[in-house]
């Protein structure tokens, strides 16, 4: 070897541990910058002609497994996820806080459960009357900020996506930038090792956001898929991902998704914090938010049932229905309802101050029952109307006004049947604008999945247009919500209804991921199902809003007293004509020409009616005996007594119900003046006592109730139970979400850390062996400059001998 060859080899090993050292150096520097790995200079023989030339600088590479790269993305997507939904269940739960917490929603009921009881124990006193009030203020104001709250929930979340998306883009574009100098580098035969480094941390940082797959190519650059290839996110340039913010969330609403080249992407996103955030906007808070409506409805009818059974004491003046009406609507009724004038004291203002109103009315309409109150014997003493498309009864003369509903049943637009008061919202103590011109179905995860239910049908009924006199749907197993709504819009039309209003009738909206059926008319309408489709559907009249709609009745809050106490008189009837000899036949009592015939006088309630013939020979005591002689009305403790009263100067027969539920007589006979119930005067005697206190007891009752029939919503099942339970639940519920997602958070956010230690371990820096690395360097380094030195020796050496 010529001293010029070992000089060159020397300066080649310098120049080789002077890289080396300055890439140790780098590795040391760097130790505890995050996302750097640990960069290695290969070391190569460097030839001439076959002859070893010293040594080089080969390919400077990274320390880096990309196996558990791509694995640590794929849980930084999981991780993401989680996080996101374990950030907004947490708000969720300081939201409802917990079953012990005096501002939970149940602690809320329970203390109007409270108030309702100490009510039904002192009802004439006021004191407990405002605290029932403001307890049900209470209750409804937290059911408004429910509402209200996680609407707001979902705003910030769309905030959040959009922020989220923002950040997508911009690591996408970083992205491209860093390709594009690996590109350049590479081609320039430089190293590329940090640009790399800088290109995992905003692979890492955008795997939280969105799930990603990668692939990468010959010139060094890398492709980036999400949704398992099925997107490309960046290929050369990027795909903007675009999100556009709604407005404004309402219950029953959906928001906006994300597009990419035009098209909705959000159905295929897998992980990420875009995937949670998706899910706890249109899934999650939409499913809680029904359950709160859920828990409104019942405990609003509950209440609102036993409200309208009762009256106050003394009886109002008036009543006003909260639900919205036209006179041509048509109503589906059966039983009948009594309406009475009494005076202050509760007492009839006449003996015929009020009327047994049969159902259905002649026409069967809402103005059907306007006409019947007016023309029976009580319309001297009050009168009914509509006023602003509501049922107003009211005294004339500083009448006052009562309701029996006694066994009335109205079906409501969604199949629900309601006493007459309680339909129309004469007396509500919650009160809510009740109409059924908008019927929807609960939500549904899908619209075009088959409801797998028995074939059979549906009538739509309205009092105008196309649907007077009921338009008939038919439905199969197979049939989806898309085909149902198809298959109201072509049974429309086939009435003569235009393909365009078809269309603005029947209609499925998107409340988040999920689906409702809507049928809107411009009238009230009323859907029977021969089938089970409508209770599979959920239809309703209540509308996804309704918790955030609720307030106690104004004319309650302005004046407690009209919390009903007592309940109009329909348990205790009497005659008012002596009757001298009971088991004689009655004077003037039923036909007298052949041939024989018979009267029958009917007692009805919520139990099979029973029929009591008579005829001219029947007496006081048949009467009495025939009522007693019934298995059905002794079973309801109905029972009949004849007795003497002194001041009619005679005998007279009383019938009463032991447990004070309501009953009615209809008598065949009228308007005959041979009737029993004109002849013997048969009727009531007075309206309400002052120490009635049976409705207050019921109120207080409602509480206990374990057959409140909850629907199933998305995330709790159906089941019966109290509303008090119901409540509860919700909130264990929320909480037990909660829970999970902190551990399923913790649980990823775990795997996360162990995998970037594994990470950490084969590619981080450790400063021991930089250390020695360094020494060695340094070694080779020094022990290259004494060949260098000794070589520079021997060139003096020899010039000196020339």
Known sequence: MSLTQALNTAISGLNTAQARIAITSSNISNVNTEGYSKKIAGQETLTLDGTGAGSQIADIYRNVNEGLLREVRGELGKAGREEARYEFFQRVQTLFGTVQSDAAISQRINDL????EQLGVTPDQNSPRIEAIESAIQVVESFEKLSSQLQDMRDDIDDQITDEVNSANTLLSQIADLN????????????????????????????????????????????????????????????KLTFTQTAGFEPGTGGSGITLNGEDITDTLRTGTLKGLFEMRDAEIPAINDQVNELAGELRDALNEEHNKGTAFPPPANLSGNRIVAA???????????????????????????????????????????????????????????????LVIEGTDGNRVAINEMDSQITTGDGRKQGMSHYFGLNDFIATVKQS?????????????????????????????????????????????????????????????????????????????????????????????????????GLTEDQPNLSGNMSVSSAIQNDPSRIVRGQMNADTYETTTAVVNPDNAIPNLGPLVPPP????????????????????????????????????????????????????????????????????????????????????????????HEGDNSAALSLSHTFERTDIDFEATDGLSGERTSLTDYAAGIV?????????????????????????????????????????????????????AQVISTVDEMFDALLNAV
């Not at 459960?113 to 309702?116: H, N, Q």
């Not at 319309?379 to 509501?390: E, F, M, Q, R, V």
């Not at 078809?502 to 199902?529: H, K, M, P, Q």
């Not at 360094?774 to 022990?783: M, V």
Request: charged fraction near 20%.
């Open 113 to 116: 459960a409270d108030a309702f």
């Open 180 to 239: 594009t100098g690996i590109i350049r580098l590479k081609n320039l035969g430089q190293p590329t090792t940090e640009l790399e480094d800088q290109r995992d941390q905003k692979l890492n940082a955008l795997s939280k956001i969105i799930d990603i797959t990668t692939f990468s190519r010959s010139d060094g650059s890398m492709v980036i898929y999400s949704a398992a290839g099925a997107n490309t996110l960046l290929d050369r340039t990027p795909n």
């Open 328 to 390: 041509s609507d048509p109503l589906t009724a059966t039983g009948a309802f009594r309406v009475a004038a009494l005076d202050a004291d509760g007492q009839l203002v006449a003996s015929d101050s009020w009327a047994d109103i049969a159902l259905p009315t002649t026409p069967a309409t809402v103005q059907g029952i306007v006409d019947a109150i007016n023309n029976s014997d009580a319309g001297s003493y009050l009168t009914a109307s509509l006023i602003d498309n509501k």
């Open 437 to 537: 011109d908008t019927i929807t179905t609960s939500a549904q995860r899908s619209s075009t999945d088959a409801l797998n239910i028995t074939a059979n049908s549906f009538t739509i009924s309205a009092g105008s247009g196309v649907l007077v006199g009921g338009v008939t749907v038919n439905y199969t197993a197979t049939d989806s919500l898309e085909d149902i709504r198809d298959n109201i819009r072509t049974a429309l039309q086939g009435a003569g209804m235009t393909v365009a209003d078809s269309e603005s009738t029947a209609f499925i909206v998107e409340d988040g991921d999920r689906y409702r059926l809507v049928i809107e008319y411009n009238a009230n309408l009323t859907v029977t199902d021969s089938g089970t489709l409508s209770s599979k559907l």
């Open 597 to 688: 015939l018979n009267y029958t006088l009917t007692v009805s309630g919520e139990f099979t009616d029973v029929n009591i013939t008579y005829d001219s020979t029947s007496s006081l005591q048949d009467i009495a005996d025939a009522i007693n002689n019934s298995a059905t009305l002794t079973d309801n403790n109905i029972t009949a007594e004849v007795v003497f009263d002194s001041q009619i100067g005679g005998y007279k027969l009383s019938v009463t119900d032991a447990d004070g539920d309501a009953f009615y007589f209809t008598d065949s006979g009228l308007p005959n003046a041979d009737a029993l119930t004109t002849v013997l005067g048969l009727g009531i005697q007075f309206g309400v």
């Open 732 to 784: 264990a519920t929320a909480a037990t979400k909660t829970k999970v997602a902190a551990s399923s958070y913790e649980f990823q956010s775990g795997l996360v850390t162990d995998l970037s230690t594994r990470i950490q371990n084969e590619a981080g820096v450790n400063l021991d062996e930089e250390m020695s690395d360094l020494i060695i360097f340094q070694r080779a380094y020094t022990a290259s």
